[in-house]
């Protein structure tokens, strides 16, 4: 399966590289967006630097052990006309679920009554969210990291080699393009 291309409506994720995993708030994803130097961004779609400026905002809820955390995600538009969302590398594209709990399930999910361990360690996390997430893991993400001698027990490391593997986060299960950043750029 090929990595599509974009069309001129496309939308392609920005991912910054964060090192604190286990943290998603508006606090810290504003303290990340302040600290981004726009001017030193290429845009994924044309590969033009210096092109992207803030074009809008939307909503996304994050259920993590904490409760349900509400972000307000930074999209960015390129004069090529493209729009791309800006998400930190703790955040699993098109998830409401944090990169660390997708972790923390697919590693403890085939154990017999694993579900319902998980559920009293997240109880935000639904049983069929739970599920979904270890069937995807199973189904397409599994045989992928042994494949490439990836591991799941550093963060920061699963999250570089999926994107230099397979041009995307951890988890993401749509075929979006996404491109990842080293943070500060």
Request: proline letters at 4%; hydrophobic letters at 35%; aromatic letters at 12%.
């Amino acid at each position: 399966m090929g990595i599509p291309t974009p069309t001129a409506t496309s939308r392609i994720m920005i991912t910054l590289s964060v090192e604190n995993f286990n943290h998603i708030s508006q606090r810290f994803y504003d303290d990340i967006i302040s600290g981004l130097q726009f001017h030193r961004l290429t845009c994924p779609s044309c590969g033009h630097t210096g092109t992207l400026t803030r074009h809008a905002y939307y909503t996304r809820s994050i259920r993590t052990t904490d409760g349900i955390i509400p972000l307000r995600i930074l999209r960015l538009k390129c004069s090529c006309g493209h729009t791309h969302a800006v998400l930190i590398s703790s955040i699993v594209p098109y998830s409401r679920i944090s990169l660390k709990d997708h972790i923390f399930i697919v590693s403890n999910g085939y154990e017999p009554d694993a579900v319902t361990k998980i559920q009293l360690s997240i109880p935000e996390i639904s049983f069929w969210s739970i599920r979904s997430i270890c069937r995807i893991f199973a189904s397409y993400w599994k045989e992928r990291l042994i494949s490439f001698g990836i591991s799941l027990s550093d963060a920061g490391k699963l999250v570089f080699e999926c994107f230099h593997t397979f041009s995307r986060q951890f988890m993401q299960n749509h075929i979006g393009l996404n491109q990842l950043f080293l943070y500060p750029t």
